[in-house]
C-alpha cells in the first residue's frame, strides 16, 4: 500500500493526507444530520408540570418575532465568522505564501464547522433527554382545565388542546439553550482566532486590538444568548448551561487545530498530517502518522524534494545514535539539521556523519 502524490506545478497533494481531512469533513457532517433528524423526528420526552406554577407561564413568542431568529443566528455563525477569518488571513499573512494563507482558511472553516456540529449534536441529545418545559409552555399547551387531576396534582401533555405537536414537544426542550451553546462556541473560536492572528499581547495598538479580538465576539454572543431569556425560551441557567458548553467546544477545537494563541508567534494552523506506510510498524495498514515541527524545521516544497532525492539516490544516508537501541539509526533527511545553524539541508554536500552505503 503505497501513498500516492499528485503534483502541481506549486504544490504537491498527498493522497492518505487528503483522505484524512475527507474522513473529518463527513464525520462532522454525519453528525449534523444526526443531529438534524434527532431534533426534527425524534419523539422527545416529557415530563408531568403544573399549571398553577408561574415560572411557565409566560408568553409564547413566534420565532421569526424572536431577537434572534434561525436566520440572524445561521448570519453571526457562517457567514460573518468566514468573512471575518478569510479577510483575517489575507491581511496578517500577506507576507506568506498562498499555500499557508489557504491553509489557514480551510483549517478555520473545518475547526469551526467541526465545533458546531459536535456541540449542536450534544445539546440536541441533552434537550430530548431532559425534557425541561420551557417558560412559555403553558401558551403553548393551553392545557383543558376539566382534564387537569386537581389543584396539587402534576399534569402530562395530555391536558393539552393546542394540536400543534411540535410546538408542545418544542416546548419540553428548554436545558441547555441550543442558540446560546450554538453561537458561544462559534464566537470562542472567531475570539481565539482573532487573537492569534493579531497578537494582543504587542504593545502596539492595543485599544484596538482587545476590541477586535474579544469584544466584538463576546457582545455578539452574550446578546444572542440573553436574548433567548427575554423571548421566554429559556431560563438563565439553561442560558448559562448553554455558554459553557459552547465555550468549551470552542477553545477545544481551537487546540485541535491550531497553535496557542497566546503565544509569542501568531498562532498558524497546525501543517498538513503526514501520512506514511512502514511495513514494519503495528498500527493498521502499517500507517505512520506524524507532521512537520514550525519551531525546528520550517516547511518547504524544496526540503521535501531534496530529503526525497537523497533518499531515491541512496548514496547518502544520514545516521545517528539511538539511545534507545544501541546502534545507529536512519534519520529523516527532511528533518537533519546543522549543528550550529539548525536549519534543514538543501543539498547532498550539506549531510555530515554521513557514510557511502553503495
Known amino acids: 500500500m503505497k501513498d500516492k502524490l499528485y503534483k502541481h506545478p506549486e504544490f504537491q497533494i498527498s493522497l492518505f493526507s487528503t483522505l484524512s481531512y475527507l474522513i473529518d469533513w463527513i464525520m462532522y457532517t454525519i453528525m449534523l444530520i444526526i443531529a438534524a433528524n434527532w431534533s426534527t423526528f425524534a419523539n422527545t420526552k416529557t415530563t408531568d408540570f403544573s399549571i398553577y406554577d408561574q415560572s411557565l407561564m409566560h408568553f409564547y413568542v413566534p420565532e421569526n418575532e424572536t ?208 501520512i506514511k506506510v512502514d511495513n514494519f510498524s503495528k498500527t493498521p495498514f502499517g500507517l505512520v502518522f506524524s507532521d512537520y515541527d514550525f519551531e525546528s524545521t520550517p516547511y518547504t516544497e524544496s526540503i521535501d524534494e531534496t530529503a526525497a532525492n537523497i533518499e531515491k539516490n541512496n548514496r547518502f544516508i544520514p545516521l545517528g545514535f539511538s539511545t534507545l537501541s544501541g546502534r545507529p539509526t536512519k534519520f529523516n533527511a527532511k528533518h537533519y539539521a546543522h549543528k550550529t545553524l539548525n536549519i534543514p539541508i538543501s543539498s547532498n554536500r550539506d549531510v555530515i556523519f554521513a557514510r557511502n552505503i553503495n
Open 67 to 274: 431577537y434572534a431568529p434561525i436566520w440572524f443566528l445561521l448570519i453571526h455563525v457562517l457567514i460573518l465568522p468566514l468573512i471575518i477569518v478569510i479577510v483575517c488571513c489575507f491581511w496578517f499573512l500577506r507576507t506568506k505564501s498562498k499555500k499557508i494563507m489557504l491553509w489557514d482558511i480551510h483549517s478555520a472553516i473545518l475547526a469551526s464547522y467541526g465545533c458546531n456540529t459536535t456541540q449542536l449534536l450534544m445539546v440536541v441529545i441533552m434537550k430530548n433527554i431532559a425534557a425541561i418545559p420551557r417558560p412559555d409552555f403553558l401558551s403553548r399547551c393551553q392545557p383543558n382545565i376539566l382534564l387537569v387531576p386537581g389543584e396539587y396534582l402534576l399534569s402530562t401533555e395530555d391536558t393539552c388542546t393546542n394540536l400543534d405537536p411540535f410546538i408542545i414537544s418544542d416546548g419540553f426542550r428548554s436545558f441547555p439553550s441550543g442558540h446560546s451553546s450554538t453561537i458561544f462556541a462559534s464566537q470562542t473560536f472567531l475570539a481565539l482566532f482573532l487573537t492569534g492572528k493579531i497578537k494582543v499581547s504587542s504593545s502596539s495598538y492595543i485599544n484596538w486590538k482587545i476590541v477586535a479580538s474579544m469584544m466584538y465576539p463576546l457582545i455578539i454572543a452574550l446578546k444572542i444568548s440573553l436574548s433567548r431569556v427575554s423571548d421566554h425560551r429559556h431560563r438563565v441557567t439553561d442560558v448559562l448551561a448553554g455558554d459553557l458548553i459552547g465555550f468549551c467546544f470552542g477553545i477545544f477545537f481551537y487546540f485541535i487545530y491550531f497553535t496557542n494563541p497566546f503565544g509569542v508567534l501568531k498562532s498558524k494552523a497546525y501543517p498538513p498530517r503526514k
